[in-house]
């Protein structure tokens, strides 16, 4: 179980320009659960991912993996524990590699480093058989600079490099925001189908209520700071945008004024 208890962020503490991003943020994540998490810009959803992974100090609270506490934990000192994928596919690959080089490099994804020895043809071939199960023809250009390929194509090389090393929490940062919508449909399949097979913990932030609602297995919905909707599996069966936009504007006590947004 991954715990957060009583999460407080606060940016630019003591000046004028003070932000309460997460305000007594408490969430328990049970291993395999698969939650989407929804809400209006600057409602706190990148900073409770950036919490969990322990790139944004938490000003009180704690997070526990297993019943270890992290919470002081930096990102790298994490990185066995959680592994992330964010909106910007140029971010989670790096250019001057080619696609193995990338890939190898998430394979060691919070070991400690060593001494490089070229690639193993098992390894190889395992790189192989992931990309070819995606259908794009990935698995031929393994050699290729990862800069050569498309931003769809490198969100599908970051999708797998998240999931090569073991890994106890998937983040999920708006991931498919920037591709085309066909894109971006292949990623979400992509998603589930790694999500699944794995057996994984994770949390894909998105600003899609069908998105939030069609994946995954709970849905929370974020609001200043805080989580104002927690919808369980059960909950969440055969519930409707139209729904899911009522209980928000309900829970707000206000008209949703960006709800376009929320509706794509
Ligand atoms: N590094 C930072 N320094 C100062 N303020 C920040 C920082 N990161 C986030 N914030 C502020 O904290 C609040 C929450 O931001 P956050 O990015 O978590 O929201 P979000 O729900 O992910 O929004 P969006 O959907 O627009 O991406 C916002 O008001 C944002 O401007």
Do not use: W, Y
């Amino acid at each position: 179980m991954i715990v957060a208890e009583n999460l407080t962020v606060i940016f630019n503490k003591g000046t004028p320009r003070a932000m309460q991003a997460l305000r007594d943020v408490s969430l328990q994540i049970p291993p395999g659960e698969f939650i989407t998490v929804i809400g209006t810009n600057g409602a706190g959803k990148s900073t409770l991912l950036n919490a969990l992974a322990g790139d944004v100090r938490c000003e009180s609270g704690e997070i526990r993996f297993s019943d270890a506490p992290v919470t002081n934990q930096l990102t790298h000192q994490r990185s066995a524990l959680v592994s992330r994928v964010f909106q910007d596919p140029i971010a989670g690959t790096c250019d001057a590699l080619t696609v193995e080089e990338n890939l190898a490099v998430a394979l060691r994804r919070g070991r400690r480093p060593g001494l490089r020895r070229g690639l193993s043809s098992k390894t190889r071939e395992m790189f192989r058989e992931r990309l070819a199960s995606v259908g794009l023809g990935l698995e031929n250009r393994l050699q290729e600079r990862v800069s050569l390929l498309s931003g769809g194509q490198r969100q599908v090389i970051c999708l797998v490099m998240a999931s090569l090393a073991p890994t106890r929490l998937l983040l999920l940062d708006e991931h498919t925001a920037a591709l085309d919508p066909r894109t971006a449909s292949l990623v979400l399949s992509l998603t589930d189908k790694i999500v699944a097979e794995g057996k994984l913990t994770a949390l894909m932030v998105t600003h899609s209520m069908r998105q939030a609602l069609d994946h995954g297995n709970r849905t929370l919905m974020m609001h200043e700071g805080r989580i104002v909707l927690d919808i369980g599996d059960e909950a969440r069966r055969g519930l409707g945008v139209p729904d899911l936009l009522q209980m928000f504007e309900r829970v707000r006590g206000e008209e949703l004024a960006d709800d376009a947004l929320l509706l794509g």
